[in-house]
């Protein structure tokens, strides 16, 4: 495994950067309690959204980390308020018609049930995880991730998929309904056995056959091209195959996750922030895209929960000197309200041969800011997974 020289950050250097996250947090509370934060920020600020958009539930989770690290009511009250738009959202099928109900239900209302005993929160969560299984496809075995349901031309699964699953395992375990986790596990199944290349990369999307079930190709929407490796996918990747890992204990999703790793870590510039795919390398000028390396630190320390010993200090070393880049060359200190975590997120950049509207290049993304919270608080405690 690729190893680096990168300074790894310290308990207490992370404690303080949590905190620094936990007083801009604060400073938000007035601009996205009664709305939501937009994906993305623009030149650094986010401007407010009503709760329509697959990213909403980052930032309540935002909220339920700075009230686990504070205890103060402020948030408590604020992540509460916004459970009743989550609820009011999913009861009215408002912009559910697609995969992200995990992305939008775990750090929004299963924080709010598990930390809380919210009972809006937990009937949300359950709402959710009932949508995400009418997108399940019998012929193929994966949830389908966007358009009208069977449509050819959308019969596909993309691999950001795996931080929604989650949601079914949690609500098999809440529920003692196993449908739930054997959607999961196929959709997974389908997944690590089509999404994943022989050198460890992987395919953003993935066709099915709608007629036989078969696997078709893999073609990419928002990495450069069809046979690159777009970072964020492949930090998916790795953080999803070590949360089933979590819900599964399969020894296959333990080697899956090592080959991911490995390919994102090779793919890596020497400052341990991957650029928006990861065909760039250092020297290239092209933007990078901070949030993967803080959804990958997730991945890394949850896996090291379950490896052994020396396998899981080199994933605790690897997390914490990813977690030293980004405090020191993308997280903010202070701004003005609305600003966000960490610079330099790439929410979908336009290639000649990509499909993606262009977003939020180069700026703070709300799962940016959320997943390099979560990894602070990995880094300084025991956490319980809001996934
Ligand atoms: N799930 C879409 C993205 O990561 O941009």
């Known amino acids: 495994m690729r190893t680096f020289s990168n300074p790894e950050l310290t308990a207490n250097e992370a404690e303080r950067a ?51 690290r504070t205890g103060d009511d402020a948030f408590r009250a604020a992540a509460l308020t916004l459970v009743d738009s989550f609820l009011h959202r999913i009861e009215n099928k408002i912009e559910v018609d697609h ?31 009932d949508q995400l299984c009418t997108r399940f496809q019998e012929k193929g075995g994966f949830f389908q991730a966007w358009g009208e349901l069977g449509a050819p031309d959308n019969y596909r699964y993309i691999i950001d998929c795996l931080l929604n699953v989650p ?28 999404s994943i290349r022989p050198d460890g990369s992987t395919y953003h999307t993935f066709f099915m056959d709608p007629e036989t ?25 790795v953080y999803g195959i070590a949360l089933s890992y979590r819900y599964t204990r399969r020894p296959e999703h333990l080697d899956a996750f090592r080959r991911v790793l490995a390919c994102y870590l090779e793919g890596l510039p020497e400052d341990m922030v991957p650029y928006w795919d990861m065909t760039f390398t250092s020297g290239d000028e092209e933007p990078r895209d901070s949030s993967s390396a803080s959804i990958v630190a997730c991945g890394l320390l949850e896996a090291a929960r379950y490896v052994p010993g020396d396998e899981a200090n ?26 966000g975590l960490v610079r330099h997120g790439t929410y979908s950049k336009k290639s000649p041969y990509n499909t993606c509207t262009p ?12 997943f390099y919270m979560e990894a602070l608080t990995r880094l300084t405690t025991d956490w319980k997974p809001y996934w």
């Not at 995990?102 to 930390?115: N, T």
């Not at 070393?317 to 020191?328: N, Y």
């Not at 290049?361 to 800011?369: H, I, N, P, Q, R």
């Open 314 to 339: 080199d994933y605790r070393r690897l997390a914490a000197q990813m977690l030293g880049s980004l405090v020191k060359s993308c997280a903010i200190r202070s701004g003005p309200q609305g600003i």
């Open 213 to 237: 079930g078969a696997p078709r190709y893999g073609a990419t929407c928002q990495g450069y091209r069809d046979d690159s490796c777009w970072a964020r996918g492949q930090a998916w990747g």
């Open 99 to 129: 995969h992200d109900m995990g992305f939008l239900y775990s750090p929004s209302c299963v924080a709010a049930w598990k930390l809380t005993g919210s009972e809006k929160g937990r009937k949300a969560a359950l709402l959710a995880a």
């Open 18 to 68: 949590l905190d620094r996250a936990v007083a801009i947090v604060r400073q938000n509370l007035p601009l996205f309690t009664h709305r939501c934060q937009n994906h993305s920020s623009v030149h650094d600020i986010y401007p407010a959204c009503d709760n329509v958009q697959w990213t909403c539930g980052f930032w309540p989770g935002e909220i339920w980390l700075a009230w686990e």
């Open 167 to 194: 949601l079914l395992y949690w609500a098999a375990e809440e529920t003692g309904d196993e449908r739930y986790a054997r959607l999961a596990h196929r959709h997974v199944a389908t997944c690590l056995a089509n």
């Open 359 to 370: 977003e939020g290049v180069d700026e703070c993304v709300s799962w940016g800011d959320y």
